[in-house]
């Protein structure tokens, strides 16, 4: 009977141990849904390999920042920019900047989200960028310039969207380039299961 209690209790410590192990899985990969009008993208953030850049994200995203912002920069064949402006062309006011995460392994590859900076390496708030080609050797560590841009996840689901906003005519407006003549707005960024 002891024998039977025991190998009942390792059992209940090992399901335990599984349950907190995936729990701590589930923390380094959070996904976030983007709603935009031009469909719906799923993104996979990797939190073990760019901890700062996704919790800053992270933080943009439960305030409800995204929300009705625009993709305000969109070149074919290199990526989709949003996270800072509205319809207006107006940006929108952030918190402070972060540290440049870019030599953590991870590669400005297609489908890939990363953080838009300045030329300052350490000056990246809210917008962000996703490749729509493979930018690795360009916007990695030593392409454009020393420093990169940091990459903190994936689309996992949605790149059909990308695409379809990638290809959207674009021009001028308020003085900024590479504008869609359409604006395609974020109608919402949620964290998948909340």
Same mark, same amino acid.
């Given at each position: !009977?002891?024998?039977?209690?025991?190998?009942?209790?390792?059992?209940? =410590?090992?399901?335990?141990?599984? &349950?907190?192990? &995936? /729990?701590?899985?589930? $923390? $380094?990969? #959070?996904?976030?849904?983007?709603?935009?009008? @031009? /469909?719906?993208?799923?993104?996979?953030?990797?939190?073990?390999?760019?901890?700062?850049?996704?919790?800053?994200?992270?933080?943009?995203?439960?305030?409800?920042?995204?929300?009705?912002?625009?993709?305000?920069?969109?070149?074919?064949?290199? !990526?989709?920019? =949003?996270?800072? !402006?509205?319809?207006? %062309?107006?940006?929108? $006011?952030?918190?402070?900047?972060?540290?440049?995460?870019?030599?953590?392994?991870?590669?400005?590859?297609? /489908?890939?989200?990363? %953080? &838009?900076?300045?030329?300052? #390496?350490?000056?990246?708030?809210?917008?962000?960028?996703?490749?729509?080609?493979?930018?690795?050797?360009?916007?990695?560590?030593?392409?454009?310039?020393?420093?990169?841009?940091?990459?903190? /996840?994936?689309?996992?689901?949605? !790149?059909?969207?990308? $695409?379809?906003? @990638?290809?959207?005519?674009?021009?001028?407006?308020?003085?900024? =380039?590479?504008? #869609?003549?359409? #604006?395609?707005?974020?109608?919402? @960024?949620?964290?998948?299961?909340?």
């Amino acid at each position: !009977m002891l024998y039977v209690c025991l190998a009942s209790f390792a059992f209940f =410590g090992l399901f335990l141990m599984s &349950a907190v192990d &995936a /729990g701590a899985a589930a $923390d $380094d990969k #959070p996904v976030v849904v983007l709603e935009t009008t @031009a /469909g719906t993208i799923t993104i996979e953030l990797d939190h073990a390999k760019a901890p700062i850049t996704v919790e800053n994200f992270l933080k943009y995203v439960d305030s409800g920042f995204y929300d009705n912002l625009i993709f305000h920069r969109v070149m074919k064949g290199f !990526m989709i920019q =949003g996270g800072g !402006m509205d319809d207006k %062309m107006r940006e929108k $006011d952030t918190n402070p900047p972060i540290k440049n995460e870019a030599s953590n392994g991870l590669k400005n590859e297609r /489908g890939t989200i990363a %953080m &838009a900076r300045t030329s300052n #390496p350490n000056s990246a708030t809210a917008q962000f960028f996703i490749n729509h080609a493979d930018n690795s050797r360009n916007l990695g560590p030593g392409g454009v310039d020393a420093y990169g841009y940091a990459v903190f /996840g994936k689309v996992t689901d949605g !790149m059909d969207v990308v $695409d379809k906003i @990638a290809n959207m005519a674009t021009g001028t407006r308020a003085g900024h =380039g590479d504008v #869609p003549l359409q #604006p395609i707005y974020i109608k919402s @960024a949620k964290r998948k299961g909340k």
